[in-house]
């Protein structure tokens, strides 16, 4: 069975900028989560989503935004980038089921670089 | 006060040594609770995944989960450079619950 993949895996983009990152969870999955990864703060939850709508959130601010398709895809949004966006953004699936297994499998990751 | 907490290290053990890794937590209404390892600049990778209390072995690795406590461990026995990585405490208090991670360990075995 093929893993979570991450497009793209590398993005570099200057302040002001704005960022699509996409995730293809692992077939049979119907929930998509999106952390950052900084070295100074971790991994943050930003949101969740589990048939196309958001299920749970983190605080992050409106600049950090969303959504999920029927095919279980999710797409995370970044406008008006900002140095401190500079992170790795992990996207992780899981089945979803509530009473279910809820381990979450992720994936490579995108480094994004904002300068 | 975090909801996780994780000792960040760094921890370094000879080779072969056993390796104890802990995570505390608050949130009495957890069940849920998972070891990740990442190794660096790649994704987390899970390792183990128990429900509420007990032990779960699978190979080199045991965790732990005392619930009384709000405790949790992973053991690494006959440690190989090749488990040097950080390592994630993550939990949940339900399967449709957000997860919440630990900061995380970084471990280094030595040859």
């Known amino acids: 069975k093929a893993g979570v993949t991450q497009t793209p895996r590398y993005l570099i983009k200057t302040r002001g900028q704005q960022v699509t990152l996409s995730c293809s969870p692992i077939?049979?999955?119907?929930?998509v989560s999106w952390y950052q990864q900084t070295p100074g703060q971790g991994l943050q939850f930003l949101f969740e989503?589990?048939?196309?709508?958001?299920?749970n959130k983190g605080n992050f601010p409106g600049r950090f935004s969303g959504r999920q398709f029927s095919n279980s895809r999710s797409e995370m949004n970044v406008s008006t980038l900002e140095l401190g966006d500079s992170a790795l953004y992990l996207c992780?699936?899981?089945?979803?089921?509530?009473?279910?297994?809820?381990?979450?499998?992720f994936g490579p990751g995108t480094r994004l670089t904002v300068l | 006060q975090k909801e996780v907490e994780q000792d960040p290290g760094p921890l370094s053990v000879p080779e072969g040594a056993i390796v104890s890794l802990n995570c505390t937590y608050s949130?009495?209404?957890?069940?849920?609770f998972m070891w990740y390892r990442q190794y660096s600049r790649k994704g987390p990778e899970l390792l183990m995944y128990?429900?509420?209390?007990g032990n779960k072995e699978d190979g080199r690795f045991t965790a732990q989960v005392d619930k009384s406590s709000k405790y949790i461990s992973l053991f690494i026995r006959d440690s190989q450079p090749s488990d040097s990585a950080t390592y994630l405490c993550?939990?949940?208090?339900?399967?449709?619950?957000?997860?919440?991670f630990g900061s995380g360990t970084r471990l280094s075995i030595r040859p």
């Open positions: 993550a939990m949940s208090a339900s399967s449709a619950s957000k997860i919440i």
């Open positions: 077939s049979g999955h119907r929930s």
């Open positions: 949130n009495s209404a957890f069940q849920y």
């Open positions: 989503y589990f048939s196309e709508t958001q299920r």
């Open positions: 128990t429900y509420s209390s």
């Open positions: 992780a699936s899981s089945v979803g089921l509530a009473g279910g297994p809820n381990e979450q499998f």
